[in-house]
């Protein structure tokens, strides 16, 4: 009897705490996968690429570099939403790794990892460690430099660097936003803040890995399929350098979130009425689907989606009847990562939201409004993120008159 009671009350406090360290232990909520877990090694760096910097590629490569200019890939260090989030996170290692992810834009070295998820690094000052390159973030070289190379798709020109054959571009991309976590407590393999899961590498589909390259990345056979620098590096007939050969080249623009027209052009949304206006009820329609972008809308970090917002107006804009719904992935972080669920929408299935008047005396005009938020209010707030850029805009707007002839 007495032995049963304690053997109950050790399972007790067993469960209790663990369910308490559930509670209060650091959330890494995701694996710092080997194909981002190591900087790029840059020591092999030919003199002619100097210091690595941007600046320097654009001394022969100029419009390419504006173009990068104008992108989030050279603030991914800078930007002051990353910087506050990273801050508000314990400035942590890891987020270095995707971020900056050249050795030499890192203050210090890793040496190796303490645990098996390689969030508790062994690091040492890194004596090459260069403040100027950090701040370009996703700098020409986190894409370009392997191996004291420059790779690029051509392979043929008669560059003063030495140039090595990429057989897909793609396949740049998949360092940093194409990640797999497969930890035993999240139920939803959950991969870092912006990667784009629902566009698979062959890795996970044949679920094995096929090769690794140097700096990390996963090798897969079909990068072709995933399609990225297609959508988001359109062509353009020009030359390298001045005064070169004319060639097919790809745009470095790299769109998205923070791009409106971007988020519009991935997006069919019509808004109408159903059925008859003769009865003393009217029921208006938005249906609205992804049919330009091969992954959900939105992607990336959690942080981003979308409001639809259906009302009904009286003459004088004051809302008689409201419909919002939210179109994201909603997570239960603590005690288990949970993926509840998730609305956000895959390519060519529309999806429909119906408002319905039935105060036809007030009623003067209906109104629909989709807007893409890069993150909520609420977190804005609890990280203390002072946006000076808008962290939501408009999408789709319409107002409809219910009293037109
Ligand atoms: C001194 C001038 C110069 C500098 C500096 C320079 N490049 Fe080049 N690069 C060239 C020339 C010339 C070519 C070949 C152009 C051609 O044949 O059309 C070239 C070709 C390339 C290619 C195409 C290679 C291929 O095989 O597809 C890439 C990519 C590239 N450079 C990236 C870079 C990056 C990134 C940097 C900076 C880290 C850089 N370059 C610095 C002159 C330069
Ligand atoms: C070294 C890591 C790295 C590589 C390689 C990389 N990216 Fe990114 N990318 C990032 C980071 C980090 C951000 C977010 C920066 C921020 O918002 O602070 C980003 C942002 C983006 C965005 C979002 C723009 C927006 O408006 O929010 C797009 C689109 C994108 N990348 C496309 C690509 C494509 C296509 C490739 C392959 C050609 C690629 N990236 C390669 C790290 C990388
Ligand atoms: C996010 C990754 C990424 C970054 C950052 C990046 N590039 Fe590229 N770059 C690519 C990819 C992918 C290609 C191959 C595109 C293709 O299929 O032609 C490319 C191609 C090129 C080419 C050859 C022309 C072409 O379009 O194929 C040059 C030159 C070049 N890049 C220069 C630069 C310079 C200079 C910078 C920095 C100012 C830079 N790149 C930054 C991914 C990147
Ligand atoms: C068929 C075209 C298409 C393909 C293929 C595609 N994208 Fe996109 N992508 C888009 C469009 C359109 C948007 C803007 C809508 C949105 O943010 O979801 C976008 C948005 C993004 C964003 C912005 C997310 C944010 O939070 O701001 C990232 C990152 C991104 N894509 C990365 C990728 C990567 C990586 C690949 C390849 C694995 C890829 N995309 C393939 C069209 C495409
Ligand atoms: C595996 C690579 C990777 C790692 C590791 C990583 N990030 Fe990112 N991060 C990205 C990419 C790719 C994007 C862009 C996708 C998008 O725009 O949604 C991004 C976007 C972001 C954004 C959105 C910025 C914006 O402009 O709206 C924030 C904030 C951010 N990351 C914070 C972090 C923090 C904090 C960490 C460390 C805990 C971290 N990231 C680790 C790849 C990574």
């Known amino acids: 009897m007495k032995t049963k009671s304690i053997i109950v009350s050790v399972i007790v406090i067993i469960v ?26 840059t020591s092999a760096t030919p003199a002619v690429l100097g210091k690595l910097s941007a600046k320097e590629c654009a001394a022969c490569h100029q419009e390419f570099y504006n173009e990068w200019n104008t992108t989030i890939h050279s603030k991914a260090w800078t930007e002051p939403y990353f910087q506050t989030d990273w801050k508000f996170d314990d400035s942590q290692h890891s987020c270095r790794l995707c971020h900056t992810p050249l050795d030499r834009q890192q203050p210090q070295k890793v040496l190796g990892y303490r645990d098996t998820d390689k969030w508790d690094p062994i690091v040492e000052d890194n004596p090459g460690f260069d403040s100027k390159l950090q701040h370009e973030g996703v700098t020409c070289a986190a894409c370009h430099y392997r191996d004291g190379k420059i790779v690029g798709v051509f392979g043929n020109t008669n560059a003063p660097h030495p140039t090595k054959k990429l057989e897909d571009p793609n396949q740049v991309c998949v360092r940093c936003h194409i990640v797999e976590g497969d930890k035993w407590d999240t139920f939803f393999r959950f991969p870092p803040c912006g990667t784009v899961a629902e566009i698979k590498s062959s890795r996970s589909s044949s679920n094995k890995v096929i090769s690794r390259g140097h700096s990390g990345e996963h090798l897969v056979s079909d990068n072709a399929s995933l399609g990225c620098v297609g959508c988001h590096m359109p062509l353009l007939k020009r030359a390298l350098v001045k005064g070169g050969k004319v060639r097919e080249t790809r745009q470095h623009l790299w769109r998205g979130g923070h791009d409106s027209k971007m988020v519009k052009s991935a997006l069919t949304v019509k808004f109408n009425e159903q059925g008859s206006t003769n009865t003393d009820k009217r029921q208006f329609t938005l249906i609205i689907e992804n049919t330009g972008a091969a992954h959900y809308v939105p992607t990336g970090t959690p942080d981003r989606h979308l409001t639809i917002q259906l009302r009904v107006l009286d003459k004088k804009d004051n809302v008689l009847a409201e419909n919002i719904n939210i179109i994201r992935r909603n997570v239960m972080w603590r005690p288990f990562i949970i993926d509840l669920t998730d609305t956000r929408l895959p390519r060519g299935q529309p999806r429909s939201y119906d408002i319905e008047i039935s105060d036809l005396q007030k009623a003067v005009s209906v109104e629909a409004v989709v807007r893409y938020h890069l993150l909520d209010e609420k977190r804005r707030q609890r990280i203390g993120y002072e946006n000076k850029t808008p962290i939501a805009y408009d999408v789709f707007r319409q107002k409809i008159a219910l009293h037109v002839k």
């Not at 890494?28 to 996968?33: L, Q």
Request: no cysteine; net charge neutral.
């Open 16 to 41: 209790i705490v663990f369910f308490a360290w559930r509670f209060i232990r650091p959330m890494n909520i995701f694996i710092v996968d080997d194909r981002f877990a190591w900087p790029v090694d």
